[in-house]
């Protein structure tokens, strides 16, 4: 079985060493060939997380859950909004490096809350079924959108969208 928590640890691992590849990176070609998937792998996981995992820990999680997915909410449109930051300069540039760094510090600080904090909430209070078969949707939704096709990776309301799955 796949469990969403394990495939979700795959990702920021991956994205941990993207970051670090990028420290490699010695001219704008090599810059973008890490930069640009890295920066879509990104947007495709936080909107996974928020149509997948979210939406379960928010109805099962313990009662930290609604602080827990505020946060994470909050996080994703920091990440994204650097991310579209750095797509307004030329790569390379001092302008896109601070966005990208932007981008890391956010994405750095959210791994490790959610890591910490909204992983062990929802492994505490999943069945392994769900776990499974959140694992299964994730692996489906990665497929169905190859390179990000059919997205569109919108900053999101924090509170409208812990309401919308709190009633
Ligand atoms: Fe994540
Ligand atoms: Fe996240």
Redesign the pocket.
């Known amino acids: 079985m796949d469990d969403i928590t394990a495939l979700?640890l795959d990702d920021h691992a991956a994205f941990r060493r993207g970051f670090a590849r990028l420290d490699d990176a010695r001219n704008p070609e090599q810059m973008r060939a890490v930069w640009e998937p890295l920066a879509l792998h990104l947007e495709i996981?936080?909107e996974a997380?928020?149509r997948i995992?979210?939406p379960h820990l928010l109805r099962r999680g313990g009662e930290d859950a609604e602080a827990e997915s505020l946060d994470?909410i909050r996080?994703?449109n920091k990440?994204r909004d650097a991310i579209d930051e750095s797509r307004r300069h030329d790569i390379g540039s001092d302008e896109w490096w601070s966005a990208v760094w932007e981008a890391r510090r956010e994405n750095t600080e959210?791994?490790g809350e959610?890591e910490d904090e909204?992983l062990p909430d929802f492994r505490k209070h999943a069945s392994i079924e769900l776990r499974a078969e959140l694992g299964a949707q994730w692996l489906a939704f990665y497929r169905e959108h190859p390179a990000g096709k059919g997205l569109m990776f919108r900053d999101k309301d924090p509170e409208r969208y812990v309401e919308a799955y709190t009633e």
Do not use: N, R
Request: net charge negative; aromatic share 6%.
């Open positions: 979700i996981h936080a997380e928020e995992l979210y994470a996080d994703h990440i959210h791994l959610e909204g």
